[in-house]
């Protein structure tokens, strides 16, 4: 930790505070034992950290029976899109790699060294056939769900270095290839293994949201970075309504428009939101729940991060860990709490919405969606705790008219009255007990109330004083 997160820490003590919670409370619900694994599947593992340390942890905390499926699964697709993203491979290469990737999971010892050597995930397809020796001992049930995802894959994005995301309708299909066809695979094989509900087999649409929201909050977020890299993802459609160029979006000048532009897009995205919470209620299983619960919070958190943000323009925007880390913490209770967070950040979305944005109605009409999805299943008036009150009332009515409670009540509301009138009683003997040790002490009451009858309430001056003793004083003394 530097000093600049320990300055930012200090300030933002909450935060810090979830890493500790999480670091020091968070059980998972299985473990995994590397000791018990061979060389090549610990290698596999560490390729898995080295890819993504987010989606690594959780997959490590999955169920035994699908822990190493969905592992190879992930590095596997972290293969292919390897490929795809890499801009040094001609197309005539890339084109049969990402056709033909399917069958390379077969090809006992294939490897690829062809990528360029600034491509983040290059090793990867190095020692790609560390892969491939796990994944060939995976049950057979389990290759055939894998094998038919990287071959409609592979073809999807295929078609896709040939042409440009030009209408909404290419983006939510390039979306579909790219994690669409991952929210299919993983939903068979969680129903496969008996661990989610299989009526959500037959529910394709909530699949598709499932990949669709995390794919399309990520080109929201990456702009910057993919613009660098010369790749755009926003569709033409989109952005054309705001500037004549893609490039213009980056232009200081053209600020406002660029907001508007990308309003619309986490309005694209948002979309999604309400049918991703209807897929997790499908899970039965825990492990498997916080697997697809916490990058979905970790969505609908980017994507209220990234509302109207104008530094998604300059750099690659992420939360923080103080916040990843307060997430997560709440996913991986159950889906009320998801809720919880979801509903948190669709009304920052609606609280960062301006009348100025010409999205603003519609965005504010999805903010209002989410919000009645959750209202739906969790409601914020429970009709059954409602019910058990009414129901408590006439009780307690007929407890009330029990003879020995309204005894006892009338009992202490005299013990009161007997109290209030000894306190009174004792006060008036020690007043009168004062009184009359003033008067045997030689005070004029008769002079004091002989002051008062003519009005003068206030302390006499000096001059006053001496008159009033040389008028009373009879001199005995």
Known sequence: MGVADVIYYTIHFQELRSIIQWKTWHAPVHERDPEKEPVSLRICFDFLDKTSRSF??????????????????????????????????????????????????????????????????????????????????????????????????????????????????????YCYYVAGLVGNGLTRLFVESGLANP????????????????????????????WDEKRRFWPREVWSKYVDNFGDLFKPENREAAMNCSSEMVLNSLNH???????????????????????????VATLALVFRNPEIFKRNVKITKGS??????????????VCEVFRRCVRQ?????????????????????????IESIFPSQDPQALQRTAE?????????EDPKEVQAREEAKWDTIYMLIAVMGSLFILSCIMIGIAWLAGARFDVAANELRQGKFSRPDADTARTLVDKYDRGEL
């Open 56 to 173: 690594s942890a959780v997959i490590q905390e999955l169920h035994p029976e699908l822990l190493v499926p969905i592992a190879l699964f992930y590095l596997i697709l972290r293969g292919l899109d390897t490929i795809e993203d890499d801009m040094t491979l001609p197309l005539e290469k890339k084109d049969p790699l990402l056709r033909d990737f399917y069958k390379i999971t077969e090809k006992e010892g294939w490897s690829f060294s062809g990528s360029g050597p600034d491509e983040e995930d290059r090793e990867l397809l190095v020692q790609f056939h560390y892969v491939i020796e796990e994944y060939r001992k995976v049950k057979p049930v389990y290759r055939e769900i894998i094998n038919d995802i990287t071959h409609q894959m592979g073809d999807g994005m295929a078609d896709f270095c040939k042409k440009t995301v030009d209408t909404v309708k290419d983006y939510d299909m």
């Open 199 to 226: 009526a959500l087999k037959e529910r394709e649409q909530l699949q598709i949201s499932m990949g669709l929201f995390l794919q399309k909050t990520n080109i929201i977020r990456d702009i910057k970075e993919d």
């Open 273 to 299: 939101a309400d049918e991703c919470l209807f897929y997790l209620a499908g899970l039965k299983e825990q492990s498997v729940f916080n697997f697809a619960a916490i990058p979905q919070s970790m969505a």
């Open 324 to 337: 990843a880390c307060q997430i997560m913490l709440e996913s991986t209770q159950n889906l009320q709490k």
């Open 349 to 373: 979305i609606h609280k960062k919405n301006t009348p100025k944005d010409p999205n603003f109605l519609k965005i504010s009409i999805a903010c209002g969606k989410v919000e009645q999805f």
């Open 392 to 400: 408590a009332a006439p009780k307690q009515a007929k407890k009330e």
